[in-house]
């Protein structure tokens, strides 16, 4: 089965979002999203959907076939343009 | 205090309220299952060892198969979530659970009944186990307590390992 990568909790943290508020608005419990973070659950395209309208970005900025660059990659990538 | 406030109370500190509004947190109960069946399995030898002759062992046969279908039922309510509250309605996860654990569970019993209807056909053959009038109903029970003991088991296996909540 394909692995689904997110980083929702790159996401949470940036926003300061619990994961009981992020859970409460939209309607799992919050152990899902634990499960979710963690990568032992993969979502529905609804709940997706809803996570992603949550943090107003575009679905494939939050879920991914391919692991995600981590923060530090892209911030040291981000300053290699800006010189 | 008034009688009514006494009473809730009372209520509140056996804990009560915590089994009929669901207040407590779900469990993975991977292995407590096992030994309630293991003691349904081992009742249900006893009982149908004896029932020819009650006696002591006859009892004890049937408060460990009673005892454990009890237990069977406790289990259910401890276990991984199965029925959500007006406030915690399931979720999309859990449902899914819900619907593997007793699909599972339901072609496990479907199985063992379609075994037990092959075995019956060679029961009234000399030196094979015939099961009496009491043996039956406890045979009934002992399914029923499989059904809340199975989807418990097998939830409580597909469940990942918990979120600490103080990683919020």
Redesign the interface.
């Known amino acids: 089965m394909t692995d689904l990568y997110n980083r929702i909790a790159v996401f949470r943290a940036e926003r300061g979002v ?3 508020e992020l859970a409460e608005a939209v ?6 999203i ?2 979710l ?2 990568g ?2 993969k ?2 395209l ?2 997706a959907m809803k996570i992603a309208a949550y943090f107003d970005v575009p679905i494939e900025l939050l879920f991914s076939f391919q692991p995600f660059e981590s923060v530090a990659e892209s911030l040291r990538r981000a300053a290699a343009v800006g010189e | 205090m008034t009688l009514l406030e006494k009473m809730d109370r009372a209520v509140y500190a056996t804990g009560i309220d915590r089994i009929i509004f669901m207040k407590f947190k779900p469990r993975a109960l991977r292995w407590t299952p096992l030994l309630a069946f293991a003691a349904l399995v081992a009742g249900y030898a006893v009982i149908a060892g004896s029932v020819a002759s009650p006696n002591r062992t006859y009892l004890i046969g049937t408060a460990i198969f009673y005892g454990a279908f009890m237990v069977a039922a406790f289990l259910r309510l401890f276990g991984p979530r199965f029925t959500g509250t007006a406030n ?1 309605p399931l ?4 449902l899914t659970v819900k619907a593997r654990a007793h699909a599972i569970s339901g072609t496990a019993l479907a199985t063992f009944a379609m075994l037990g209807c092959f075995y019956m056909t060679a029961a009234d053959l000399p030196g094979f186990w015939h099961p009496r009038a009491v043996d039956w109903m406890n045979l009934g029970f002992g399914i029923q307590a499989a059904g809340m003991l199975l989807p418990t088991l097998i939830a409580s296996w597909m469940q ?4 600490a ?1 103080d ?2």
């Open positions: 619990s994961r009981r309607g799992v419990n919050n152990q899902t634990g499960y973070e963690r032992d659950y979502p529905s609804e709940l | 915690h979720d999309e996860r859990e990942p390992r918990p979120v909540d990683e919020d």
